[in-house]
């Protein structure tokens, strides 16, 4: 399959099923759930989510101990992820394809990223944000590396595959219905439940707040 991007083309092939052995254990998923249970402890119960870039789906591993009747869907570029994906949530709830050619009518409680949109490509990243936005029906959870302006690292050895930038910054710029609702940083050397290094941002939609 033909990607508009190099770095779709990048996750969508060996790297990226290279990647989901590296992200699977139950250290792991206990980091997740104390990682999301701080960062939507200012949220509302939540009884749908769409996650962007799901992988294998320890994510949404972690929202179904914290929130047990949630229905989970996910985006996942990789057909080896999208397989193990698929045992989670169910094929009706998986969208194998990349972020950026994804279209749905349906709205989430939550719509979430985490460690994703520092791979996309910067000239894609207006589409990314409207999807993301137009998929919420209330929150928005940005987890990412922050930086305050935009800046390109190398990534394992490979160049233009990861950027650093204020996503959340930018979505509430874009869009003046969203506030921020809370934020936070996760430390890798957190004794308890190491992370990588990520800030995380709860964004809402103020109509459905009011509504």
């Not at 989670?88 to 949109?117: A, P, R």
């Not at 890798?188 to 995380?200: T, V």
């Amino acid at each position: 399959m033909s990607y508009k991007t190099e770095q779709e083309s990048f996750w969508a092939g060996q790297f990226g099923k290279e990647y989901i052995s590296r992200n699977q254990s139950n250290t792991y998923l206990a980091s997740n759930v104390n990682f999301f249970s701080k960062a939507l402890s200012a949220a509302d119960p939540l009884l749908s989510c769409i996650e962007f870039g799901a992988n294998v789906g320890m994510n949404l591993k972690a929202l179904r101990v914290l929130f047990p009747n949630i229905e989970l869907n996910g985006v996942e570029i990789n057909s080896h992820a999208a397989k193990e994906l698929r045992q989670l949530i169910g094929d009706e709830n998986t969208s194998e394809q990349s972020i950026l050619d994804f279209e749905s009518n349906s709205t989430f409680d939550l719509t979430l990223v985490k460690g994703v949109l520092i791979h996309i490509n910067p000239t894609e990243l207006p589409i990314v944000y409207d999807k993301l936005y137009s998929a919420s029906s209330r929150y928005i959870l940005i987890c990412e590396y922050y930086n305050p302006t935009a800046v390109t690292v190398p990534y394992r050895g490979h160049n233009d595959r990861l950027f650093k930038r204020d996503f959340a910054g930018e979505l509430l710029e874009r869009y003046k219905g969203l506030v921020l609702r809370d934020y936070g940083f996760a430390y890798h050397r957190d004794p308890k439940f190491p992370q990588d290094d990520i800030n995380w941002f709860l964004l809402e939609k103020q109509s459905a707040r009011q509504g």
